[in-house]
């Protein structure tokens, strides 16, 4: 919070300031396009950056890139509420209940060693290439995440908060309420931003080995015709989605951590 | 011994200057609170209790009778069972043998007439004062009634802050006002000022002397702190060795104060040293010296 503050103070200094981090990446940008335009980089390695800008630009106009990326986030969506839904709702009851934990917790951490990405062969094998493949394979992902910090959060929420609440009568879904679920919040949303971060990263593979429309169908179609600009288009194009969702999770944690000191100091 | 030290204590109290005491004006709580009924507060009744820890024998045999409305504070070295008493009390844990009744029934028939004030204020960080004040409070007047007892302790204006933002003592005077608004029969204290600043605690102190006046509840204060327990207390009981070593009452000395109110200022503690040289104003004291387990012996007046 002091730097904003010394930038309205020292307005030549504070530009100097905002502007210092974007030099290398500006200068990269200059040097990658001089590169390519003199012919020092083959279009095979990589395309110029303003062939990349031009292949995003036609495939916004004919809505071909609205349709991939919808269909891309759908899926992520849909396999994160899937598996996210099933994390949180296990860790929820293995948090609060010692049977529960005992019966399902062990099994639970044997299978979180496996890789979700050493499913795959099995996943081909189990559900074919379609749709179902994917969702499962994202829905593996981010349930474990999802699921440990759960259970973490619910048996890290302080025991005497718990007593106080009690002997002021609260309890069953009250005391959950008001106390067990928002002391486990801050935990479940840092499951969550893991999540996002696996999310991402196993739709890449799910699409990869193959699909019919998405970001994923898009790129390895490209990649048939030796399209490096539409290549690197879907490469940043899931860089921008992973970073929106991240943007997204953040504003969660702002939004619903409110209360939280670590949260506290932009409002302050 | 412990004589020696309530004493000490008294002489502390009495030499504290005046001005420490009123460094911040309290409001009056009488005045917030005319009209609403007093709640009487609980009898309490501990009878043979006793409770160990595994093999670590914590309180035995304790027999503790609190009249209605009476202010018991409970003494003794860390680790002496005197906030398991209070907790027995509490029902927060139980007793390995006998029983507390509290108005002669069982404890579980009084759980809504009794609040506990922890050492930690444990307010729910997620929750705004004024919410956490509302915290189990039933019926839709909660809030309304949340913030008249959050004006009682004088934190009218940080309704809508977080917890986190107060300071200790403001969180202490968050939990005393989040206890109160359920109208306690018997206010449990268990080391609420151990971690706060010295003046902060001789404020806090006023503070809960004043509503405890007010609301008539019976209260029951764990402490460290013997200068503490008599500032407060009507009775100090003291623990040792699994049990009660000594029960006293606290007297009000002062003329001028005889049948009023008492002041903080103008008691001592009465025990069987220094009743042993009675200053003139002791023969008008409303409690004559109780003969205590250990008084007795030496009482020479």
New interface residues.
Partial sequence: MKAPRSLRSLPPEGIVQRGLPWVVPVLTLIGWELASTRGWLSTRVLPEPLAVATAFWSLLRSGELWQHVAVSSMRALAGLAVGGGLGLLLGLLTGSSRVLETLLDTSLQMLRNIPALALIPLVILWFGIDETAKLFLVAVGVFFPIYLNTFHGIRSV?K??I???R????SGW?LWR??VL??A?PSVLVGLRFSLGLMWVLLIVAETISAQAGIGYLTMNAREFLQTDVVLVGILLYAALGKLADVLAKALERGW?????GY?VQA? | MHMTELDGAALTLRTLPEPMRRLRAIPDASQARTGAPRAEGLAVEVRGVAKAYGKRRVLEAIDLRIAPGEFVAIVGRSGCGKSTLLRLVAALEHADTGEVALDGAALAQHREDVRIMFQDARLLPWKRVVDNIALGLPGPDGQRRAREALAQVGLAERADDWPAVLSGGQRQRVALARALVHRPRLLLLDEPLGALDALTRIEMQQLIESLWRTHGFTALLVTHDVSEAVALADRVVLIEDHGIALDERVHWVDRAHAGKPRSRRSRIACCSACCANPPAPMAKSPHPCPASKRGAGRSDH
Avoid at chain 1, 167 to 170: A, K, N
Avoid at chain 1, 257 to 261: A, E, M, S, T
């Fill in positions: 302080d005497g908060l007593e106080m609440a002997s002021y009568g609260l009250a008001h106390v928002p002391g919040l951590l409110r209360w939280h000191p506290q302050a």
